[in-house]
């Protein structure tokens, strides 16, 4: 079974940027959609961004514009490149199929300061 492992996350500031990856433990290229997902203190889990297995991206209206989807297949890894950071952005960030499918790994936390 597909393990994830979420990290790259850390204190920034406002406009600060930040790279997260997502390493699976087996093989992602047959997964068709992949997400980066995002939960913060008293909200639902909600996605912020998704991309196919081919490339195609699409991204939350809250997101879009900063932040940057991509995935390695060859090498079963998913990205998420975050830029111009807003305090609305900190949350424990996720990695997951589309549909949830994969056993949620522990995420990675991410805290932008005003």
């Known amino acids: 079974q597909v393990q994830l492992v979420e990290s790259g996350g850390g204190l920034v500031q406002a406009g600060g940027s930040l790279r997260l990856s997502c390493a699976a433990s087996?093989?992602?290229?047959?997964?068709?959609?992949m997400g980066w997902y995002r939960q913060a203190p008293g909200k639902q889990r909600e996605l912020v961004a998704a991309?196919?297995?081919?490339?195609?991206?699409n991204y939350a209206d809250s997101v879009k514009g900063r932040f940057t989807i991509s995935r390695d297949n060859a090498k079963n890894t998913m990205y998420l490149q975050m830029n111009s950071l807003k305090p609305e952005d900190t949350a424990v960030y996720y990695c997951?199929?589309?549909?949830?499918?994969?056993?949620w790994g522990q995420g990675t936390q991410v805290t932008v300061s005003s």
């Open positions: 997951n199929a589309l549909d949830g499918s994969i056993p």
């Open positions: 087996g093989n992602i290229f047959s997964i068709n959609v």
């Open positions: 991309v196919s297995k081919f490339g195609s991206t």
